[in-house]
């Protein structure tokens, strides 16, 4: 039966990857670049020779990663813990919380344009506001599935206030924590290549358009593939991180 | 009188992650109209498969499962009904809704289908509940309410694995009694499968008791005593006490394996 | 009792906190703390609800229409994806990779080719959002399918239920949950392509409004497009959630 589904998936492949090159020869270069293009693309890309610059671009884009990150994560774990510690605010904001989450990042992205420019900044505010909602709310499905049961036991036992919470509390969390912490480092991502693509000067997503815009399709696929390598590796490293957060807690 | 229900050297063999088990090898049984027969056995005696062989789920590999005369080879709603362990009611449908399932699936008139479910509510005890979902009833209740959906579609023979499984004690015994009222007042064939010593000798005609895997018929009772049933006249007591000397090497060796 | 008193708390600090930001806001503003250029005060914004009024409902128009013909090719094929995955296993075990990497990965790097074969324009902002919001709705009916209770299938096929039967009488109401989920992530997701496509592209609608609002630097309109934009969303959303909690009755639970 494992021989039946490799064979559906190779199918697929082949005749995916067939009906392009066809595709390609056929109909417009310009849009079906068929492998047989991609590939030397990609080479050109690597050697940076299409876009000598590449480099620069990349650890732009990284760096605007990792700082969106960061303040995502100082900002959701402080709001969840603010909102998920104290009963009268997390009833107070939670909701308020809740309906922001109803609406779509995007539209929040002009105003942020405006107020930070074209530059770096404005991606790693929007990169920012992506992340930091699905780590908030993980902190407080995390504190909320802390069975009071457990911190029954610790105070029985000697254990309350900040012990309580780094042996009982933040152990039986950490899973659920851990969760939303990949799902906000890949929203952070998404943030700042969608805020890179929807205007920049600067940045692997400003390359894409630049390659777009001159109907450089063959770049462009180069390019793609190589942010999806770069969206891939960090969702990857996430989940190591995962995984070892759930070795621990099991 | 020819038997409602006959088995003939059945043989089922399961291949699992850790190699083939065989389940059942070379049962035969009978079971006449009316009766009650217990199945009784250790876990993973094969009592359940054999069930499922009755009830059309479970193919055998070898030998005969006949019904009425007609060999069975897929569920057949005219002639047995199934009540598992698990009620396995919808949770999308009121009570009054599950019991009519069965009746609905032969596309019997919704006018005719919702009297008849509530003509069984009240031998059911289930009248105040019927607009009530599954996750408000209780165990026992929901577990009516998969008798209940057995009952209406008016099958001779229904079948019972364990239905009382994952009830307290009082309550199985409740049931029991209640069951027993049912069967006597429709006078359908029953095979009730249980781990329960004390079940298979307050309700069943007949009690077949099956040996560990590979499972065979180890030896078959009749009760012909009366109901309510005497637990400690002294037929019963010595009964007991056969049943369990025959139950209680199997276990061991269920244990053991 | 306790919960009168409390529900009256939690309003008052609502109140308050919105209050107070809205007051320390329009003073920061008038102080000239704050750029006006590129933060408004709230009096600025309000007044500017008038001037862009009709052109913002206008463009909001435009993105809902298109976003509602998304909306329902992405329900149709990823409830029909889903219950195709979910039911026939070979498929989707094989299938599954594919549609996870293709999950996973943010449409829009794909966006620029789409707009290069499909040009400007309503339909390469339908076509994206479609497959926006169709891959969380397929994913999810994929799952609920495949994970329907064995125990009510079984119950199902003893009591004689042809294959049919078995679809319409207890996997779809099964699924009902799932699928009520999806279409609620479904048309956030749906609403978020559109007014990226009209963003990318300059296409007519809220997003072009908005863009083309922060590139002249108008930021009293800006705000008040964005509140009215995000004001919509909410709006489309609870009425879902309000909907969703009707048609789950017999599940009983708190979301």
Not at chain 2, 223 to 230: D, G, H, I, K, T
Request: with cysteine; proline share 5%; net charge positive.
């Amino acid at each position: 039966m494992n021989k039946q589904i490799l064979l559906i998936r190779a199918a697929i492949l082949v005749g995916l990857l067939g009906a392009w090159e066809i595709a390609g020869r056929l109909a417009n270069p310009l849009l079906y670049v068929p492998p047989s293009a991609a590939v030397p693309a990609l080479g050109r890309l690597l050697a940076l020779r299409s876009y000598p610059d590449l480099a620069q671009h990349l650890l732009l884009t990284l760096r605007e990663i990792v700082v969106a990150y960061g303040l995502a994560i100082a900002a959701g774990l402080g709001c969840g813990f603010a909102l998920g510690f104290n009963r009268l605010v997390g009833r107070a904001y939670g909701p308020i919380l809740a309906a922001l989450y109803a609406v779509p990042a995007v539209v929040w992205y002009p105003s942020l344009m405006l107020f930070f420019g074209l530059d770096a900044a404005s991606k790693i505010a929007f990169g920012f506001l992506l992340g930091f909602f699905p780590i908030t709310l993980a902190v407080l499905a995390g504190i909320r599935q802390v069975s009071p049961q457990m911190l029954v036991v610790a105070r029985a036992f000697g254990a309350d206030g900040l012990m309580a919470f780094r042996k009982v509390t933040l152990p039986a969390m950490l899973f659920t924590l851990v969760g939303g912490l990949r799902t906000g480092l890949a929203l952070t991502v998404i943030g700042v290549i969608v805020g890179e693509i929807l205007g920049s000067k600067s940045g692997m997503g400003s390359l894409i358009n630049h390659a777009y815009g001159l109907f450089r399709t063959a770049d462009y696929i180069a390019l793609v593939v190589v942010t999806l390598v770069l969206i891939v590796g960090s969702d990857a490293l996430a989940a190591v991180v995962e995984h070892r957060a759930q070795r621990w807690t099991e | 009188m020819s038997e409602l229900i006959v088995v003939e050297g059945v043989c089922k063999r399961f291949v699992t992650s850790s190699g083939p088990v065989d389940a059942l090898r070379d049962v035969s049984l009978s079971v006449g109209a009316g009766e009650f027969c217990t199945l009784i056995g250790p876990s993973g005696c094969g009592k359940s498969t054999l069930l499922g062989m009755l009830g059309g789920l479970v193919a055998a590999d070898a030998g005969r499962v006949a019904v009425d005369g007609r060999p069975v080879d897929a569920p057949d709603p005219r002639r047995v009904a199934t009540v598992f362990q698990d009620p396995g009611l919808f949770p999308w449908r009121t009570t009054l809704e599950n019991v009519e399932f069965g009746l609905e699936l032969q596309g019997v008139p919704s006018a005719r289908r919702r009297r008849v479910a509530t003509d069984l509510l009240g031998p059911l005890g289930l009248r105040d509940f019927a607009a009530k979902y599954p996750r408000e009833l209780s165990g026992g209740m929901r577990q009516r309410v998969a008798i209940g959906r057995a009952l209406a579609i008016d099958t001779p023979i229904v079948l019972m694995d364990e239905p009382f499984g994952a009830l307290d004690e009082q309550t199985r015994v409740l049931m029991g009694e209640w069951l027993l009222d049912i069967w006597r007042r429709t006078r359908k064939t029953v095979v009730f499968v249980t781990h329960s010593l004390h079940e298979a000798l307050a309700l069943s005609t007949r009690v077949v008791v099956m040996t560990a895997r590979p499972g065979r018929i180890k030896s078959v009772l009749e009760l012909p005593m009366p109901y309510p049933r005497a637990m400690e006249s002294a037929e019963l007591v010595a009964l007991r006490a056969k049943l369990w000397s025959d139950i209680r090497d199997e276990s061991l060796r269920a244990m053991q394996s | 009792m306790d919960g009168v008193k409390e529900t009256l708390r939690v309003r008052a600090v609502q109140g308050l906190s919105v209050t107070a930001l809205l007051l320390a806001w329009e003073g920061a503003a008038r102080a000239g703390w704050v750029d006006p250029l590129f933060v408004p005060a709230p009096s600025a914004v309000l007044g500017a609800f008038g001037r862009i009024g009709r052109a913002a409902l206008a463009g909001l128009g435009d993105t809902l229409l298109k976003t509602a013909i998304a909306y329902v090719l992405a329900v149709v094929i990823g409830v029909g994806g889903g219950l195709l995955l979910g039911a026939v296993g070979p498929l989707r075990r094989a299938v599954n990779p594919f549609v996870i990497a293709l999950y996973g990965m943010p449409k829009i790097l794909v966006l620029p080719w789409i707009m290069l074969s499909l040009g400007f324009g309503a339909t390469p902002a339908v076509v994206y959002a479609t497959i926006h919001g169709a891959f969380p709705i397929l994913v999810l009916v994929t799952g609920a399918v495949r994970d329907v209770d064995r125990n009510l299938v079984t119950v199902a096929r003893a009591f004689g239920a042809r294959r049919g039967q078995l679809y319409w009488k207890v996997v779809l109401p099964a699924i009902v949950p799932t699928v009520l989920a999806g279409m609620r992530l479904g048309i956030v997701f749906c609403l978020l392509g559109v007014l990226v496509v009209e963003m990318f592209a300059g296409v007519r609608g809220m997003g072009y409004v908005l863009s083309s609002l922060a590139n002249g630097f108008r930021a009293p309109e800006l705000f008040a497009a964005t509140a009215l934009v995000s004001a919509a969303s909410i709006v489309i959303v609870l009425s879902l959630d309000v909907l969703n909690d009707r048609l789950s009755q017999w599940r009983g639970e708190i979301r």
